[in-house]
């Protein structure tokens, strides 16, 4: 059995994420002073002499400076807060001459995103830099109180920390009672302190996510490109796969096919018996011919598929299975043919996987429409294990489904249940 572990509250002061977080606050602020003293020395004269021509080279310049601050502050996320943000697309004019580039700077918005961040972190900076230095100097202070209150009376002339003066009256915690009540208030400021420290930079985590990395549109270009490049390479090495399957199946077939057919041409006149022969193996090579290109067309797409849609065609799949299947396809309508065979493939790539590795008694398919979310699952009792690390099926399953905008889940422990979810957009 696991030790069991201490409870948050008590563990937090003293976790590496905390202290981790602690020197992202401290280093902070004097950074965000320096990025701010720049920039707005920068950004304000570069504002006021864009009535001169002198103006535009130094705003650039400026929202130059200000993508290198950025720099810095996404590698300080990186390391101490464990955020990893991209670096938005770098500027670059259209021709490449120094005039080009001042334009395109002075039009990209990540790099006015950039003055913007170094303008607003400082006000927040010194904000939680005060807070935080006060909360951890003030816990850390009174937790420990009665270690160190022997040096009022030794070297201050006072019997412990003055809580109250005026001249005439003084109080000082001195006692032990006082002591003890101060140590706990000490306590309860270093217990509150991480997780006063922790939202801090749970907004720094915005500012730096919000401001310095591409926009949303970027990003999203970007996820499309790679997608597109997955459609691209899936549909390649389909190619590649139907190639291989015609050549090595059907084409070998039909090539011995025709060889036997012209054996049995030359003999039948004088051996008509063994022509006979021939004639019956041809007639068996063309029967598994035929099979294999059933086989291999079911594969690309099946007309089960386009004639009755999921619920029949899964229904055949599941019948091909090793294991009894079971199919649920409760949907209000069709979904569109890509989304449809996207589905179809999906769902047959899981069952194979259920026969050759899952060693299961039982399988279940469901389908339904959640929103505007197509969701398919597909659960076995076998031995679990599956995964979606690269170089196994999923991995490569999951890459054809966000190619769609798909999400693929799988929950397979070891021992089993596997359950494996997928959800694909929905567009009838």
């Not at 200000?66 to 021709?95: I, N, S, Y």
């Not at 306590?187 to 922790?198: D, H, I, S």
Request: with cysteine; net charge neutral; charged share 20%.
């Amino acid at each position: 059995m696991d030790s069991p572990r201490l409870p948050a509250a008590i563990r937090a002061p003293f976790e590496a994420r905390t202290w981790r977080a602690l020197l992202y606050v401290l280093i902070g602020l004097p950074l965000s002073v320096v990025w701010f003293a720049l920039s707005v020395a920068f950004a304000s004269a570069g504002a006021g002499l864009l009535v001169t021509f002198l103006g535009v080279p130094i705003l650039a310049g400026a929202l130059a400076m200000c993508r290198g601050f950025g720099a810095v502050e996404r590698a300080r996320a990186r390391g101490l807060l464990g955020l990893d943000v991209r670096a938005p697309e770098p500027v670059r004019g259209k021709t490449g001459g120094a005039f080009s580039w001042m334009g395109a700077t002075l039009r990209s918005g990540a790099s006015w995103r950039h003055l913007l961040y170094a303008l607003v972190h400082m006000p927040w900076a010194v904000f939680s830099f005060s807070v935080t230095v006060a909360f951890w100097s003030w816990g850390w202070g009174l937790f420990t109180y009665p270690l160190w209150q022997w040096v009022f009376p030794a070297y201050v002339g006072q019997d412990g920390i003055q809580l109250y003066g005026d001249g005439t009256h003084n109080f000082y915690l001195d006692s032990s009672f006082e002591i003890a009540v101060t140590c706990v208030v000490g306590l309860l400021f270093v217990m509150v302190g991480p997780w006063l420290l922790r939202g801090f930079v749970a907004v720094d985590r915005l500012l730096v996510s919000g401001l310095l990395g591409p926009s949303r549109l970027a990003s999203r270009v970007t996820e499309l490109e790679s997608d597109r490049g997955v459609v691209v390479d899936t549909a390649a090495a389909d190619l590649r796969r139907i190639e291989r399957d015609l050549h090595d199946g059907a084409q070998a077939r039909l090539s011995a096919l025709a060889m036997d057919l012209g054996l049995a041409k030359e003999k039948v006149a004088r051996d008509p018996e063994a022509a006979a022969v021939l004639v019956d193996e041809a007639h068996g090579e063309v029967k598994l011919a035929l099979q294999e290109l059933r086989d291999l067309a079911r594969n690309i797409h099946p007309a089960v598929l386009t004639d009755r849609g999921l619920d029949a065609a899964l229904s055949a799949v599941a019948g091909r299975c090793a294991v009894p299947v079971a199919v649920d396809v409760d949907l209000p309508a069709r979904p569109v043919a890509a989304i449809e065979g996207t589905a179809y493939f999906t769902v047959s790539e899981l069952l194979e996987n259920v026969s050759k590795h899952a060693r299961a008694r039982r399988a279940w398919v469901d389908v339904w429409r959640a929103g505007d979310r197509l969701m398919l699952q597909v659960r076995d009792d076998g031995v679990g294990g599956a995964e979606t690390t690269a170089g196994r099926s999923l991995a490569g399953l999951a890459e054809r489904v966000g190619a769609v905008d798909g999400v693929l889940a799988v929950d397979s422990p070891t021992g089993g249940p596997t359950t494996v979810t997928v959800e694909l957009p929905w567009r009838a």
